[in-house]
């Protein structure tokens, strides 16, 4: 796992190549050549305290980067935006994130993808939920952690789609599954500490045998 200035440093290999980018995402995608990347697998900020503009013109624009870089774009967003997201980006497909949380408040969330690649049937997806126990409390390493074995089944879905993209990489839950299978991938964290954090997921997970 390799730290990084930016875009440029990343490169393939034999074994699974992970860079990691301590910068802004929108400054960082407009230097990323047209289809760079296979997928991009990404959990952006869905507050709109958390962007620095209009929220739904802040997601048109980080859109637009994602799917010019990629052959796939899958996005997990809150289930509060899925009418607008819906309305506003006309995704592809949409599946259900089931947090077998029981009646907790929000049970679901939305995974939107975006691509002109075949989404539905044999070595594709297969079902439109996925049921998975989110990382609560104390568990949590950053805030709005997601679990790895979610993220290493959406993966899967376009393991053929090669490197992986995370411009907001939080914890780094998108390197951790890309890892697991074998798949280059290129995280972008603007964050300092969370950068951090992942950077030691990242390091601890390449040091296991």
């Not at 048109?60 to 506003?88: G, H, P, W």
Request: aromatic share 10%; charged share 25%.
């Amino acid at each position: 796992m390799t730290d990084a200035a930016g875009p440029n440093a990343f490169e393939g290999g034999r074994e699974p190549h992970l860079v990691l980018v301590l910068g802004d995402a929108l400054k960082i995608l407009p230097e990323i050549g047209d289809r760079t990347f296979g997928t991009v697998l990404t959990s952006p900020p869905f507050q709109d305290d958390d962007v620095p503009t209009e929220y739904y013109s802040w997601m048109e624009i980080v859109l637009l980067q994602l799917k010019r870089v990629a052959e796939v774009v899958v996005m997990l967003n809150s289930s509060r935006r899925l009418v607008e997201m819906c309305k506003r980006f006309d995704p592809s497909a949409v599946l259900i994130w089931d947090k077998k949380v029981g009646m907790g408040a929000f049970r679901y969330e939305s995974i939107y993808i975006w691509t002109k690649e075949r989404i539905w049937g044999p070595g594709r997806i297969w079902s439109d939920t996925l049921a998975f126990a989110p990382i609560i409390g104390k568990m949590q390493k950053c805030k709005y952690e997601n679990p790895v074995p979610l993220y290493h089944q959406l993966l899967r879905y376009f393991k053929d789609f090669s490197p992986v993209l995370d411009p907001f990489a939080g914890s780094g839950t998108t390197g951790l599954a890309a890892l697991q299978l074998g798949m280059d991938c290129l995280l972008i964290e603007k964050d300092p500490q969370t950068h951090k954090i992942a950077r030691t997921a990242l390091q601890l997970a390449k040091e296991k045998p």
